[in-house]
C-alpha cells in the first residue's frame, strides 16, 4: 500500500501496458487506480526527503545500452510511466530488463538487435528518439517513428537528422518513420544551430561507433549531457568536454557494459523548492546537487527564498511572502524551461509583478489558464507571461497538461483557499515519482483522489 496512507499510489506504467504487478516495491496490493491529486493548503512544509535520479538522465543512458552487449545496471531509477516505456522500447529490440530492487535497473543487450521503434512507444514519449542514434552505432541501420509534436509545441528532429547525414547517415523520412542507414559512420564537425540538447545526445551515441574524431560544436551543456558522456567514457569510449559547448569523440572503440548512478534529478528538486517557496517552511532534501541549479537558486534569492549547499543535499527556507522577479529560459546553465510552470506558479503568488520570457519552446504556456482558473493574474503575450502576484489563489479542478505544468499545478495548490484538484495525473506520473508521499512526508495536505 501507499506508505502515505489514503489510497493506493498508481502504478506507474500505463494500464494498457502495465508490467509492475502488485505487491512489486512501489505498486499497492490492490491498485485502484488514482484519478487525481488532492490538494489543501496545510501551512508550511518542515523535514527532508530524498532526490531520485534525473529523468531525462535515465532515459537517454537506457538508450545508450543498447550500443554494447551484456548485462547493464543503473541505480537511482525512478519508478516512472517514462522508464516503463523505455524499457518497453528496449524489450522490442530484444533487450532483457528487470528491477533487483526498487530502484535498481538492469538491462541485458543481447548480440542481435531488432532497430525498430514503433510508432506505439515513440508517440508516447519523444525522448525515444534518443534510440536512434545508438541503434545506428550498433547495427548500422534504424527504423524510428517519428514523435511528431506535444504539448509544447511541434517539437521538430531536422537537427538530429541532418547532424547524422554529416556522419555519413542515409536518412529517409517516408510513411511517419526514420529509415536511416550507414555502412559506415565517419567522424566529421557538426554544428548545432540551437543547443539541443536531443540532437546533442543522439550525435555523441552515433559518434562513438564513427571511424575518427566527431567534434560537436555549440553543443548542449546540461548535466544529463555530462552524465551521458561519463557513462559512455565509462563503458570504452572517449568523449570529451561534455559539459561545454564544445565535445568530441574520438570513436571506433570497443565498449562494453557498465554499472551506473545517474545524476539526481534537479527538475524533481525544483519542485520542492518551489512547493515550500509556495507553502512557506524549510526543507532538506538529500542527494540534491545544488552546483546543477545555480541560475534558479540566484532567481529564488531573488524572489527571497533562501537555499544553500549541505553535506550530501541542499537547504532550503521560505520568506514570509514571495517577492516578483524577472525570469528568462535558456538552455543551460541558465534557468532551464523545465522550471518555468513552477516559477510562474510561485510568481501567482508573489508579491509585485513578474515577467517570464519563454525562449526555448514556441508553446509552453499552456498551462496557464488553469492556473488563472484557480485566480492568478496571469497576461501570455507570446513568449511572454506577465504574472500579477495574489496573496492566495482559488483551490479549483484543474488539468494537467504536461508533466511540469502538473507538477506545479500541484505545488500551486499549496498556496490555494479550499480545495484543488488536478486531474490528468497519468502526465504527472510520466515524470515524478512519488510526488504525493513526498509532498505529504514534508506536512503537506495532499491525497490521490480515488477512481470510481
Ligand atoms: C530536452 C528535455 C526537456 C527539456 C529540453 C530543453 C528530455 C526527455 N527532454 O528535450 O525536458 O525541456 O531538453 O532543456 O530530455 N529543436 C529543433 N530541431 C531539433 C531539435 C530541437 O528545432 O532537431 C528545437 C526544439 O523545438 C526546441 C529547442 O530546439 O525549441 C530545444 O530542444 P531540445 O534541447 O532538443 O530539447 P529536447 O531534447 O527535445
Not at 80 to 87: C, G, H, K, L, N
Amino acid at each position: 500500500m501507499d506508505p502515505t496512507g489514503d489510497i493506493p499510489a498508481p502504478d506507474t506504467a500505463r494500464p494498457d501496458t502495465a508490467r509492475r504487478k502488485a505487491g512489486e516495491p512501489g505498486v499497492p496490493e490492490e491498485a485502484t487506480a488514482p484519478v487525481g491529486i488532492r490538494v489543501r493548503p496545510g501551512g508550511p512544509l518542515h523535514g527532508e526527503l530524498e532526490i531520485g535520479g534525473a529523468k531525462n538522465s535515465v532515459l537517454k543512458l537506457l538508450a545508450a545500452t543498447t550500443l554494447a552487449e551484456g548485462r547493464f545496471t543503473l541505480r537511482r531509477v525512478p519508478r516512472i510511466a517514462d522508464v516503463t516505456t523505455m524499457t518497453e522500447l528496449l524489450e522490442s529490440f530484444g533487450c532483457r530488463t528487470s528491477f533487483s530492487d526498487r530502484d535498481v535497473l538492469h538491462v541485458h543487450v543481447p548480440e542481435r538487435l531488432e532497430p525498430h521503434a514503433s510508432y506505439d512507444l515513440v508517440s508516447r514519449m519523444r525522448a525515444s528518439i534518443a534510440v536512434l542514434g545508438p541503434l545506428l552505432a550498433r547495427c548500422g541501420e534504424a527504423m524510428v517513428a517519428l514523435p511528431g509534436g506535444d504539448d509544447f509545441g511541434s517539437r521538430p528532429i531536422d537537427m538530429h537528422l541532418s547532424a547524422l547525414e554529416r556522419l555519413g547517415v542515409d536518412v529517409e523520412v517516408s510513411h511517419g518513420y526514420v529509415h536511416a542507414r550507414a555502412d559506415v559512420l565517419k567522424g566529421e564537425e557538426v554544428s548545432l544551430a540551437w543547443p539541443s540538447v536531443g540532437a546533442t545526445e543522439n550525435i555523441m551515441m552515433a559518434a562513438t561507433a564513427a571511424e575518427g574524431r566527431t567534434v560537436i560544436d555549440n553543443a548542449a551543456r546540461e548535466p544529463e549531457i555530462a552524465d551521458l558522456a561519463a557513462f559512455l567514457n565509462r563503458m570504452g569510449a572517449e568523449v570529451l568536454g561534455a559539459g561545454s559547448p564544445t565535445i568530441t569523440i574520438n570513436g571506433g572503440g570497443p565498449l562494453a557494459p557498465v554499472d551506473h548512478t545517474p545524476v539526481p534529478d534537479r527538475i524533481e528538486t525544483a519542485v520542492f523548492l518551489a512547493a515550500v517557496g509556495i507553502a512557506g517552511g524549510e526543507i532538506t532534501l538529500r542527494g540534491a546537487q545544488p552546483g546543477h541549479l545555480r541560475m534558479l537558486c540566484d532567481k529564488l534569492g531573488e524572489m527571497n527564498l533562501r537555499t544553500s549547499t549541505i553535506k550530501g543535499g541542499m537547504w532550503a527556507m521560505a520568506p514570509h511572502r514571495l517577492r516578483a522577479t524577472e525570469i528568462v529560459t535558456l538552455p543551460y546553465p541558465g534557468v532551464a524551461t523545465d522550471y518555468q510552470p513552477l516559477l510562474v506558479a510561485m510568481l501567482s503568488l508573489a508579491e509585485g509583478v513578474g515577467l517570464v520570457t519563454e525562449n526555448v519552446f514556441a508553446n509552453r504556456f499552456r498551462y496557464v489558464g488553469e492556473l488563472i482558473r484557480m485566480g492568478a493574474d496571469i497576461r501570455v503575450e507570446g513568449r511572454c507571461a506577465i504574472v500579477r502576484g495574489r496573496e492566495h489563489l482559488s483551490g479549483a479542478p484543474v488539468r494537467a497538461t504536461d508533466i511540469r505544468a502538473g507538477a506545479a499545478l500541484v505545488v500551486a495548490g499549496l498556496g490555494a483557499e479550499g480545495e484543488t484538484t488536478v486531474r490528468d495525473i497519468h502526465h504527472i506520473s510520466r515524470g515524478h515519482e512519488d510526488l504525493v508521499a513526498k509532498l505529504k512526508s514534508l506536512g503537506a495536505d495532499v491525497a490521490w483522489v480515488p477512481g470510481t
